[in-house]
């Protein structure tokens, strides 16, 4: 457009970053050696804010050897005449626009007014284009928070917390660096949370002491944030990553105390503003208000209690307090609801809300006992109804059943609200979802009669044949010790598969550069499961690839979990496989999403899986049908297992199963060119 209005060589738009003062080349054409130009900007930068008056706001140098304030570059393109026009919206300067002509002359007063003219129309769009990109921006901070909010609303463990959140922040804002770094009580010391992105291996998980002549130090004493455009022009910051250049730092605070703060750092001189601070400021109150909800459960629960009981014995003053109960009962992490005399809703909490499933306008003039299931032993609602009704507290579990018809688990305290004569006026029923820990004690009692079980019939054996060994006839004796050893396997089989779960419950370190290649984990299945095949009479066959294993890449798996995952697929196939049947196991590799995998698979035409037994078989201690009335020896852990470790290397498994045909199984694990 602007050759429309005049002739030039080269032109450029310099734009101004108000907060640093300083020009950047924002677009450009005919300009030559762009990054010599931008060094030239970078260290004449008031010269050239100055070289334009205001008024009027352009300049026309018509030849530049007459003029004593032009500058030389040396290496680049210098024009013989220039105009130089400030770029303003609503009086305030956002750039200048730089017009160059290598013919001296070309340029008067009168073409300086038009680029002026053309420079102000610029002006506007880009101020229109960055109002759009921030309307754009604000949108997707807020779009992230609530969606950063829905991934953490039922987190209770703070590390996840601080992992997920770290995740989706720096997927979409701050890519250099971004930190959690957790204070102690005493603010003495502080060290970096392993969520960390950007920060040196060396600092993270480190206690260091918490000084006051420091940025963290500063956000520490003040409880406000601390935002530096320059860090090299500030007195407290300490170097973590040499390439910084701009600093926020925000406190998390939790009722009225520091607990930390959150840091964010960029490679760019002056890459933050206000929005940012405003954004990470609220992020941080979000973070700060999941961790109070998560360290703080057993004493919410308390809370929940003594506000039951405060409601009830305040019933006459509720109309003066409702506002400030209302905000306390709307943020509480338990439900709670507000009965009449006749156990009619009259009030659910948000908390009450998301347990139940409901709409409020669902429940609210309702009878509260639609939500107790069926399954709720009368002895227990007798016992709640005569409770209450007698004005008396009554605390308990109970069944209920939300609006999609799934049953879960509530521990339960209720308080009668009563008038001056004694008068039951109503009920508060204060509520926690369990089902989380009742289906831990349903897991531990199965895992234990698993255990007992599996322990038994070894040991059992086990005694029998060191009776035998020691009065038994000594030509019967080998077989006695093969029975022997038989049983310890099994026993330390059994063993290493706790032993294994507890491990990968550890969340244990990947070692980004290890590598196995396929050929050797293949050999050394073959060699264990062969002579396996052999002894109980199932023909194994191992389906190499048509080409060489050395045209497959190498595994980025530990040797050790790619042989574990595969021991537990090979060891249920040939459990579920009866003499006389067939086992394969094949290999290959494909690209998958970009990215190098190889998949093994294991096929075998045993038992199969039942309908009801396929949904849980990854589920820890799950044993389906076909185990447990086959007495087949096990702990339910070897998929669990297996699905652990592949997971844990963004791997997946597939599997399908068709009753009295069979079951495959393939693993897809990541993997990498390089030469054997």
């Known amino acids: 457009l602007l ?7 080269a032109v450029s738009i310099l734009l101004l970053n108000e907060q640093t003062q300083t020009l950047a080349l924002a677009a450009s054409r005919g300009v030559k050696n762009i990054s010599l130009i931008q060094s030239f900007i970078d260290d004449n930068t008031e010269h050239m804010l100055t070289k334009i008056p205001t008024p009027p706001g352009w300049r026309v140098i018509s030849d530049t050897t007459d003029d004593p304030s032009w500058v030389y570059v040396l290496g680049a393109m210098n024009a013989a005449s220039w105009i130089g026009a400030t770029m303003r919206v609503k009086g305030r300067r956002i750039g200048i626009l730089n017009v ?8 008067d007063e009168e073409m300086g007014q038009m680029v002026a003219v053309f ?5 506007v769009a880009i101020e229109n284009t960055r109002l759009y990109e921030e309307t754009r921006q604000q949108a997707e ?3 992230i928070l609530h969606q950063l909010g829905q991934a953490t609303a039922v987190t209770l463990d703070i590390d996840t917390l601080l992992q997920k959140t770290t995740d989706f922040i720096t997927a979409k804002f701050y890519p250099n660096l971004f930190a959690f770094i957790m204070f102690d009580k005493d603010l003495t010391s502080f060290r970096v949370h392993p969520s960390a992105r950007g920060v040196p291996d060396s600092f993270i998980g480190r206690t260091a002491r918490l000084r006051k002549d420091s940025i963290v130090g500063q956000v520490a004493k003040t409880g406000k ?4 455009n320059d860090v090299r022009e500030d007195d407290y910051y300490m170097e973590v990553n040499p390439l910084t250049r701009s600093e926020i730092m925000v406190p998390l605070q939790m009722r009225g105390s520091i607990i930390g703060v959150l840091n964010v750092e960029s490679p760019e001189l002056g890459a933050f503003s206000e929005r940012d601070v405003k954004f990470l400021t609220t992020l941080a109150a979000n973070v700060t208000a999941v961790i109070e909800r998560a360290g703080l459960y057993e004493e919410l629960q308390q809370q929940a209690d003594q506000l039951a009981r405060q409601v009830a014995e305040r019933t006459a003053e509720l109309q003066m307090e409702r506002d400030r109960i209302l905000a306390i009962l709307e943020n509480a992490g338990e439900g709670i609801v507000l009965l009449d005399s006749q156990a009619i809703l009259l009030y659910a909490n948000p908390a009450f809300l998301r347990q139940t499933g409901y709409e409020e306008s669902e429940l609210l003039q309702r009878e509260a006992f639609m939500l107790v299931s069926p399954e709720t032993p009368r002895k227990v609602m007798r016992d709640m109804i005569k409770t209450t009704r007698n004005g008396q507290k009554w605390s308990g579990e109970l069944k209920n059943q939300r609006k999609d018809g799934v049953q879960y688990d509530v521990a339960v305290t209720v308080t009668p609200t009563l008038n001056k004569e004694g008068k039951v006026m109503g009920y508060v029923a ?9 289906e831990l004690e349903r897991l531990k009692a199965r895992f234990i009669s698993n255990i007992s079980h599996d322990l038994r019939t070894p040991l059992t054996n086990i005694k029998t044949y060191i009776s035998l060994l020691e009065r038994g006839k ?4 080998p077989r006695y010790f093969q029975v022997l050893h038989q049983e310890t396997g099994r026993l330390a089989r059994l063993i290493e598969h706790l ?3 507890s491990r990968l419950d550890a969340e244990f370190e990947l070692d980004p550069d290890v590598t196995t290649p396929v050929k050797r984990v293949w050999k050394t299945l073959q060699t264990t499961y062969t002579e396996l095949a052999c002894q109980k009479g199932v023909a194994l066959y191992w389906d190499e690839p048509a080409d060489s294993f050395l045209a497959m890449p190498r595994l980025q798996v530990a040797e050790r979990h790619v042989e574990k995952v595969l021991q537990q697929l090979l060891d249920n196939a040939f459990a579920y496989t009866q003499p006389g049947h067939t086992v394969i196991v094949s290999v290959g590799a494909e690209a998958k999403n970009n990215k190098e995998m190889v998949w093994f698979r294991v096929k075998d035409d045993g038992d199969g899986i039942a309908e009801e037994d396929r949904p849980f078989i990854f589920d820890r201690f799950y044993r389906g049908g076909t185990a447990r009335e086959g007495n087949v020896p096990g702990t339910g852990l070897g998929l669990a297992i297996a699905q652990r470790i592949v997971d844990r290397y963004n791997g997946r498994i597939e599997w399908d199963s068709q009753l009295d045909q069979g079951t495959w199984f393939t693993v897809w694990l990541p993997a990498v060119w390089e030469a054997e």
């Open 499 to 501: 032993l294994d779960m």
């Open 225 to 228: 944030p601390y935002w530096t």
């Open 141 to 143: 901070e807020l779009s």
């Open 3 to 9: 050759a429309q209005v005049t002739e030039y060589d």
């Open 119 to 123: 420079a102000n129309q610029a002006a």
């Open 100 to 107: 160059d002509s290598l013919e001296a002359g070309l340029y």
């Open 474 to 477: 000594p030509e019967k004796r």
């Open 430 to 438: 204060v509520q926690s979802d369990i089902s989380r820990f009742k």
